[in-house]
């Protein structure tokens, strides 16, 4: 019995262009489209995959996040995940929490895999594996773009600045995934009415037991410093006088 | 006073200049005291190096032969004893730092501050998120440990001439087997790298095969440029996923950026809006990469970059 555990964050959709409200304290959510994090749905499809070959024999998607966060776990439960877990909080953890708390499910569950997003669309951390994989004391392979399961291992190919990386890690371990890991699959609508019926269990984060409160405060948000539109040019001539003029060329 | 170590990237036995672009963000900490330490498997080379950057007290050097590869699981209990020492821990916000930092961070049992654009003061820092569309001011606590990655598109290297004092560091740490490298493979392209150069030229979708991706190298070697891709072009087999400018790739401060191609998408755009001239050429006029180009220039992209070449002697 082998099991994956995913998470899936709820974030505000990359289509969104995200806009920060006038008094400064956060950014524009109201009426704005949610998604499951598309690194969380890139994981998701790595694990239905390794299911598919036989590697896993069930997959369950967890999230932290408010009641509404249902409608994510839905979608993965109709893109092929077996259970979901919600841990309903009411307010964002930070990294190192939510870590805390997958930790805590792992002592439950006992996963073979936990499969991560590299980050989270909103807040840009790209920590929550790297930590929980600390807490777990197990190994971590970040930004993959690659995973093969061999036995007890993983070779897993890794997205570097330098290029790709590859290493071998054992099992039970942490994986994050990069862009081209695959293309996650479209839920089809069967697959969403067959969802409904599948098990999600929700869970209050005080249960838990873990220290939720923040470490950092938020003091101000603020809209990115604007770069104003330039010239146009109408020809290559133009385009390199306008150059030369900056001493560009 | 804050007292910062900051973990040296390094490969082949060469600084990374991620390195000296920490220092320059910790020595905007007033009154800090800044140290380097090295973890590599014989650290002299890259520890003198280090040691020559302006505003460095002490370079510590821990040799140990598990340090061949930068493995985060092997290096982060050795970076969490050393921290011991300091009220902050910084590394730079490359793939290096974003593997190693979160897990030292928790080792420690502290949170993590992401990609640092500017300190306000050694418990205050401002950082970019939602793709950069957002930028927020955000406190530490003062009576924990800071651990930190420092985005380096927002610093200039901190200079040369400094001359700090090596010491040989020895940290008892017990390190695990269960993650071991394999093997790395890093085109060798002899071309400026991507992260430094002061010109960039990327390609994107536009391009249409790796074949025709040829003329944007073309341009970046008449320009003396690294080359950059869209998310696109990399997806497609155009170019190298490390070649990838955005949110979710290299984010880069170049003098000049010249986008061929590429229609600008957020996620594109946060990877290069610190570059000081943006060069956009598209042949639609209402593409988003025109609101933020300095220079525009309508047209196709196949009969535009030969003239350009030819132009530019
Ligand atoms: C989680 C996530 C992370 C992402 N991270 C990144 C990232 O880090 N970096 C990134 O780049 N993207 C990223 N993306 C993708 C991003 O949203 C866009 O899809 C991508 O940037 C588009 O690439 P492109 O501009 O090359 O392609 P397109 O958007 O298809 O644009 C092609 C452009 O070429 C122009 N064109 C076509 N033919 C010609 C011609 N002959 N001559 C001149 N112009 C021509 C077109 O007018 C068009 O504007 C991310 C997306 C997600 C969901
Ligand atoms: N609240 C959450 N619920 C579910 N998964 C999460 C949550 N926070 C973080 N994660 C997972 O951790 C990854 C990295 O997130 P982050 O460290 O916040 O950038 C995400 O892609 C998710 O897979």
């Not at chain 2, 180009?293 to 992209?301: N, Q, R, S, Y």
Request: charged share 25%.
């Amino acid at each position: 019995m082998s099991k994956i555990l995913v998470g899936l964050k709820r974030v505000v959709d990359y289509n969104v262009r995200v806009r920060v409200k006038p008094d400064g304290t956060g950014v524009v959510t109201d009426g704005v489209k949610m998604s499951i994090n598309p690194f969380d749905e890139i994981a998701l499809e790595e694990a239905l995959r390794i299911k598919e070959k036989g590697g896993a024999t069930e997959i369950v998607v967890v999230s932290i996040g408010p009641a509404d966060t249902q409608q994510q776990l839905r979608t993965g439960l109709a893109m092929g995940a077996d259970r979901a877990i919600l841990v309903q909080a009411d307010a964002p953890v930070e990294p190192l929490a939510a870590a805390k708390i997958f930790l805590k499910l792992i002592e439950k569950e006992s996963p073979q895999i936990v499969l991560l997003g590299k980050q989270g669309i909103d807040d840009d951390n790209n920590q929550t594996g790297q930590m929980l994989a600390a807490l777990w004391d197990r190994p971590q392979a970040t930004f993959a773009s690659k995973v093969e399961l061999d036995g007890g291992k993983a070779k897993v190919t890794r997205e570097v600045d330098a290029g790709l990386e590859t290493i071998e890690v054992d099992l039970p371990a942490v994986l994050t995934t990069d862009l081209r890991l695959n293309e996650p699959r479209y839920v089809k609508l069967p697959d969403i009415m067959k969802a409904k019926k599948k098990p999600l269990d929700t869970i209050a984060i005080a249960s838990l037991g873990v220290d939720i409160a923040p470490q950092f405060k938020v003091t101000r948000y603020e809209p990115p410093a604007a770069r104003s539109r330039g010239v146009m040019v109408k020809d290559v001539g133009e385009l390199v006088a306008a150059l030369k003029n900056k001493g560009l060329v | 006073m804050a007292k910062i170590l900051i973990v040296a990237e390094h490969s082949g036995g060469k600084l990374n200049p991620s390195t000296a672009k920490c220092v320059a963000c910790a020595r905007t900490i007033e009154g800090a005291e800044i140290d380097i330490a090295v973890f590599a498997t014989d650290g002299a080379a890259v520890a003198a190096e280090a040691a020559k950057i302006q505003g460095v007290k002490t370079v510590l050097k821990v040799d140990n032969a598990a340090n061949a590869e930068p493995i985060a699981a092997v290096l982060a209990p050795q970076v969490a004893a050393v921290a011991a020492n300091y009220t902050h821990v910084f590394g730079p916000s490359t793939t290096f730092g974003k593997d190693l930092m979160p897990r030292v961070a928790a080792l420690l049992g502290v949170g993590q501050l992401s990609d640092i654009m500017a300190a306000e003061g050694a418990y205050k820092f401002r950082r970019p998120v939602y793709a950069g569309n957002a930028i927020i001011t955000v406190e530490a606590p003062q009576d924990k440990k800071l651990v930190a990655t420092v985005r380096t598109a927002s610093f200039q290297a901190a200079p040369e001439g400094g001359n700090a004092g090596v010491e040989a560091a020895n940290v008892s740490a017990s390190l695990p087997s269960h993650t071991r490298f394999v093997e790395r493979s890093a085109a060798a392209t002899g071309r400026p790298d991507l992260q430094t150069a002061p010109r960039v030229v990327s390609g994107g979708r536009a391009l249409g095969s790796a074949d025709n991706f040829k003329i944007i190298f073309s341009l970046a070697d008449k320009l003396g440029a690294a080359v950059g891709a869209s998310r696109a072009a990399v997806d497609a087999g155009y170019a190298a996923n490390d070649l990838q400018v955005g949110q979710t790739g290299k984010i880069i401060a170049p003098e000049l950026y010249v986008a061929v191609g590429i229609s600008g998408a957020i996620q594109h755009l946060t990877g290069i809006k610190d570059a000081r001239t943006i060069v956009a050429i598209n042949k639609d006029a209402e593409a988003p990469i025109f609101e933020v180009a300095d220079i525009g220039l309508v047209g196709d992209l196949f009969t535009i970059l030969p003239e350009l070449e030819k132009a530019l002697g």
